[in-house]
């Protein structure tokens, strides 16, 4: 069982083959769940129409599919759950929420620009522009910033505290790297073979056993001397046979 308050930051890790992507799925609903529900302020998600569930949820994929599009019309599509029938157009409230999160992400300069034209950072922002002018209760994240430099890293990871903090937005995102999911979440769902190894704050969870254990590697986990979040470093196999034969 799994329960997250409103406004959590929550990330999923565990390696390849874990059961992230499958836990994903389900909650955003391309996956049909067997058993148990997913519920969202009280409501089934199975339940709700897309529309519905669109007006709720907001997902943002490591690939999204770009398609030819300027950036303004790209993040409108956000806006396309709260259409009315028979709405041809949009509407005045539509563009000035759309334009709202395109100033936040740093992307309005960009909205007469292609959605190929931009870099993969900039087509990132784009697209948690969109996500957000759904005005969502739950964001989901899928590996977001996984191809990204270490600086659109920051942005983007900024802005998406940023956002948990001020809205209350509830954020659930799968992420590889352990120490920047110490950073910026304030839960961890640790997987293993399909199932929850562990779950809890993130000084509970990345300690060195669970993380030799669940991933089979050896690592030395240190404190961030300036958060007090855990940092977690790889130990190479090298360094490793060096330090043994030193041993007496």
Known sequence: RLTLAEGSFAGIIGPNGSGKTTLFRGISGSL?????RILLEGEDLSTLSWREKAQKLA????FSQIADLTVEEYVLMG???FRRQFQFFDRKEDIEIAHHYMQLTNTYRLRHKSMEELSGGEQQMANIASALSQHPRLLLLDEPTSHLDI???MQ???LIQRMNEEMKLTVMMIVHDLSLAAEYCDF???MK???TYCQGLPEEVLTYEHIEYVYNTVVIVKTNPVSGKPVVFPVSERRLR???????
């Open 156 to 158: 983007f990871l900024n």
């Open 59 to 62: 997902i943002v994929s490591q």
């Open 242 to 248: 060096d330090g043994n034969q030193e041993k007496p």
């Open 188 to 190: 961890l769902l640790m």
């Open 193 to 195: 073979d399909g199932t």
């Open 151 to 153: 600086t659109h890293q």
């Open 79 to 81: 806006r396309l759950p």
């Open 32 to 36: 049909p769940l067997k058993t148990g």
